[in-house]
Structures are given as structure tokens and as C-alpha cells.
């Protein structure tokens, strides 16, 4: 087999399938992020020897804006001091393609930086090259001609880039942040409006209110003003306009479709339904809102988390009403279980 259709997930494998007994691997991506980088060179580090190029670009705006990750590149530079490993970095600011080429066993071109997003969130697709396919020579007579178009960049350099470049944009960059963070709130208000209750305070639940707005809505096929005024019956947060942002937001999730003269449910908000399938939706959240895979991600690294403890020094922006609503989704569908510790109550990722 010389060729293959891959996704991003399926990258990590391929490179630690075909690592070994290369001379040379290059790595060619606009974005970096340190998680997948660790992730490649905990592969990587089991060879004593490493000839690696790494093509990427350098831009203080995607810095600051997390685009990119700067402990990615300082990451990279650090192990440039192994003993036997020669890495260079290259640099090209017009850098679009994503490639890795491992000696002349693989090659992957496709639509993944090497990101997490793009190794895990992300629906991307690319294609392998294997087994010596003259392929892989031309891909990497391209590469030639990339770096030879690039500027070698050193640790010095990127030291220096930084402290030069990143003071300057600071303050305009947190200003297009909060402006970002209000339109993300403004959209987000749908899912922010699902409000922990029980038929005491007739109030809408998490997944539990998801469900019983898809069970009524199989069961009666209403108009919207229908759906809206049963849920003006049933919650006691603001009445119209909220339980508006509340169908948009399942609108938006793909299970509910509206027509001028009713509202039903879609293929897949009917199979969440009849399954009660948490992790259905969960996929659908993460798909249309990737910081719930962020939260993922640092579930993984902390073993409890509380709302105010989430914001700029871990990269997850928001307020602690931002986080606190998602980590009341993840609790609703069972990802998570709360910890009370004295007066604190902390989430923990459920095993």
C-alpha cells in the first residue's frame, strides 16, 4: 500500500510507525502548539540521533492571539541541546501547506497544523505516501525549495523577535481578545441560558432540558412560537427572549431545523434522543465550541478545577461565569463530578 486517506488523528501513528532508521524528518506546519509538539518528540526522542527541519512561520500577532504557541518554538529550541540532535527551524511567513516528511519511508501532505486541533478537533483530511514512492522525493524537493525561500531562525533570534516584537502589540491584541470575547458571548448565550433545576423549580436543565425541548418538539412538530411559549412555562430566566437564544443554539448544534411553519427535529437530534446519547452531543459541543476540548485538555493535567481558577494564565479566556456554565454542561453529561473541598466546590474529570 504507497498511499493512504488519513485524518488528523491518525498522524501521531504513522510517525512513530516510520520514525525509525530515517536520516532525516521534516516537519512543516504555519501553526505550532506545545501539547502536539511533546507529543511528536516523546516519539522522536527514543532515536539517539535526529536530523530534523521544522518549517513554520513566525508572526507576534498569531503569538499573542494563540494561533501559534510560543513555548512551541522555545520547546523545540530546548531540545536542540540534545547531544547528537541537529534541528534547524525555518522560517516563511507566506507558509500555507502542512507536510511531514520521515526520511524516504513516509510522507503526509494534508490539511493538519500541528496543532491539537488539528491532530484531534479538527475535521481534517490528508493523504499518506509510502513504502519509497518517488512522491516523497518530489515533497521533498518542494521542501528544499521552501527553506531556501525561508530565513533560519535561531533561539537567539526568536529570543530577541520576541522581546522586540510581542511589548508592541500587546495592548491593541487584548483589546481584539475582550472584543472577540463579547461577540463569543453574545453568540453563546444559548448555551450559557441551561440553568441546573429539577421540576420544583420548573427550570432547564443541561442535557436534561436538551432532551425534553427534542421531546416535545417530536412529539407536537410545533411552531417556533409554540416552543417558545412552552418554555416560557417552564423556565423563569427571562422569558422570550432567552428561551429564543436557547432554540438557536440547538439550531446551531444541528438538532433542530426550522421551517416557516414548524420546528422538527434533524437526523441527529432524533438519534440523541432515542439514544440518550451523551457522547453524541458531547461531540456535536466540542465540534461547534472547541473549548470544551480545551477544558479536556487541562482535565488531563489538573486533577480539579474551579471557575475562577480558569483565564489568561492557562490560555482559556472568559470569565469565571463563562467557564463555571461549561463545566455545569460537562457535569450534565457526565464528564465530570463535583468535589467539594471546605466551602470551595472544584470539578474533577471522572475516570
Not at 470575547?181 to 453563546?188: C, L, M, P, T, V
Request: with cysteine.
Amino acid at each position: 500500500m504507497k498511499h493512504k486517506i488519513i485524518a488528523g488523528n491518525d498522524i501521531l501513528s504513522i510517525v512513530e510507525k516510520y520514525y525509525l532508521g530515517v536520516n532525516e524528518i521534516i516537519l512543516c506546519s504555519p501553526f505550532l502548539s506545545l501539547n502536539t509538539m511533546e507529543a511528536i518528540f516523546d516519539i522522536l526522542q527514543k532515536k539517539s540521533q535526529i536530523n530534523l527541519k521544522l518549517i513554520t512561520k513566525y508572526d507576534p500577532i498569531d503569538l499573542l492571539m494563540n494561533t501559534s504557541d510560543e513555548q512551541a518554538f522555545h520547546y523545540v529550541f530546548e531540545k536542540n541541546h540534545f547531544q547528537k540532535w541537529n534541528i534547524e527551524v525555518y522560517i516563511l511567513n507566506n507558509l500555507h501547506a502542512k507536510i511531514i516528511v520521515l526520511g524516504s519511508k513516509a510522507a503526509i501532505i494534508g490539511s493538519s497544523n500541528l496543532t491539537y486541533s488539528g491532530f484531534h478537533r479538527n475535521q481534517e483530511l490528508g493523504i499518506g505516501i509510502f513504502e519509497k514512492d518517488s512522491k516523497i522525493t518530489t515533497i521533498r524537493k518542494r521542501l528544499d525549495g521552501f527553506m531556501a525561500k525561508g530565513n533560519l531562525l535561531t533561539e537567539q533570534d526568536f529570543q530577541v523577535y520576541c522581546e522586540n516584537d510581542l511589548p508592541q502589540y500587546e495592548n491593541r491584541v487584548a483589546t481584539v481578545k475582550k472584543l472577540l470575547s463579547d461577540i463569543r458571548r453574545a453568540r453563546d448565550v444559548g448555551l450559557q441560558s441551561f440553568v441546573p433545576g429539577d421540576e420544583t423549580t420548573q427550570e432547564i436543565d443541561y442535557f436534561d432540558g436538551v432532551k425534553a425541548i427534542l421531546q416535545f418538539i417530536q412529539e407536537k412538530a410545533p411552531r417556533k412560537k409554540d416552543c417558545i411559549e412552552w418554555l416560557n412555562e417552564r423556565s423563569m430566566r427571562e422569558g422570550k427572549e432567552i428561551n429564543e437564544h436557547r432554540l438557536t443554539f440547538l439550531q446551531n448544534l444541528g438538532l433542530i431545523t426550522f421551517s416557516p411553519d414548524s420546528v422538527s427535529l434533524s437526523q441527529f437530534g432524533a438519534e440523541i434522543l432515542t439514544n440518550n446519547s451523551t457522547s453524541l452531543f458531547y461531540d456535536r459541543l466540542t465540534l461547534r465550541h472547541p473549548e470544551f476540548e480545551k477544558l479536556s485538555v487541562l482535565f488531563d493535567s489538573r486533577s480539579k478545577i474551579h471557575p475562577n481558577d480558569l483565564g489568561d494564565n492557562q490560555k482559556l479566556y472568559g470569565s469565571a461565569e463563562y467557564w463555571a456554565a461549561r463545566l455545569r454542561w460537562l457535569e450534565s453529561l457526565g464528564k465530570v463530578e463535583v468535589v467539594k473541598e471546605g466551602r470551595r466546590k472544584l470539578y474533577a474529570k471522572l475516570h
